[in-house]
């Protein structure tokens, strides 16, 4: 395994009684498998089988591994499935990728690493994927092909190109997190000079309270409200090319901060005292954007479900600068 080491500075606006809360992320060190070139294997439902060595990659296709019992039943359940035969693909998923940071995040890199490791052009994907705009979209963008197959069928793959995770979330592995903005992001013939507020008014969870009020409040500020559930992907990409700072609470649209230009500025409306969950705060210093945030009273401590009252008169005190 290889061993990679990252180190972070402190957001811009830091407020000192804040540093205990970014302190657990200055540092990181993980540890990330290699890739594999495997023949003649078998996909049992979401993982890798290989009959020669007895061989179940479950560290490369799932987060943790998988037990025995776990492992037992896919044998038992896939025994009697149909079989289908693909002559040469990637694997580059785990049980978080049907997620739109995940996505980005952690396959795209495997992508990258797949692509420079062998020719294959199919990935392969679950059919539940196909309700994915992007994913298909950013396939198409990459110049891949899914290869998606349903969950009453077995694969059997002539040459598979297994990857790994390329960091442990919430890490990231520098170099190909700047591959992938490099690779996807559009170059503006104008300069970066919009202004973007990303509302979660539709989203299913993490919502504000007061939204209508952080949405009057930042369009005094110059700053576009948009719903990024309403826009493709290949849209979001044009529009974080023109953005200059962009702004928006806890949540998978800050993952478009990727396609951000070089020094453009990220404001994250944060949960008080949640020292955990530093993954937009560690993906802009992979990018090396500015960092800002802002503190903002949750219903409960978990951010990943929450609501907030956002404190509007922190978020005032950040355009401004932006302002000046």
Not at 123 to 150: A, C, H, M, N, R
Not at 165 to 178: G, S
Not at 202 to 222: C, I
Request: net charge positive; proline share 4%.
């Amino acid at each position: 395994m290889k061993k990679v080491n990252v180190k972070r500075k402190l957001p811009e606006n830091l407020d000192p009684g804040d540093k205990k809360l970014f302190e657990p992320a200055l540092n990181a060190t993980f540890s990330i498998l290699p890739i594999l070139e495997l023949e003649n294997v078998a996909i049992l439902q979401d993982t890798v089988f290989d009959p020669k060595k007895f061989k179940f990659y479950s560290e490369h296709t799932h987060t943790k591994g998988l037990g025995f019992l776990p492992i037992g039943k896919r044998i038992l359940h896939c025994s009697i499935r149909k079989w289908r035969t693909v002559d040469h693909a990637m694997w580059v998923k785990d049980e978080w990728s049907a997620n739109y940071f995940h996505w980005l995040t952690d396959c795209l890199p495997r992508i990258w690493e797949g692509m420079r490791k062998s020719e294959a052009k199919k990935v392969l994907l679950l059919d539940s994927f196909k309700q994915l705009p992007f994913v298909t979209q950013s396939l198409k963008l990459i110049g891949l092909e899914p290869e998606f197959y349903s969950s009453n069928e077995n694969i059997w793959v002539k040459k598979l190109v297994l990857t790994s995770r390329t960091a442990t979330f919430p890490n990231f592995n520098v170099p190909l997190t700047q591959l992938t903005r490099d690779k996807l992001r559009k170059n503006s013939e104008k300069a970066p000079h919009r202004k973007i507020y990303i509302s979660r008014r539709f989203a299913p969870k993490r919502k504000s309270h007061n939204a209508k009020d952080v949405e009057l409040l930042v369009k005094k500020y110059g700053f576009e409200v948009i719903y990024a559930e309403k826009m493709s992907l290949k849209k979001q990409i044009e529009l974080m090319s023109e953005t200059e700072t962009l702004v928006c609470l806890h949540g998978a649209a800050l993952t478009n901060m990727l396609f951000l230009p070089d020094n453009a500025s990220v404001v994250e409306l944060r949960n008080v005292g949640d020292s955990i969950n530093q993954c937009y705060f560690n993906l802009a210093s992979a990018l090396n954007l500015k960092y800002y945030y802002t503190l903002n009273k949750g219903d409960s401590k978990n951010t990943i479900s929450t609501n907030f009252t956002i404190d509007l008169e922190s978020l005032e005190e950040v355009l401004q600068n932006f302002q000046s």
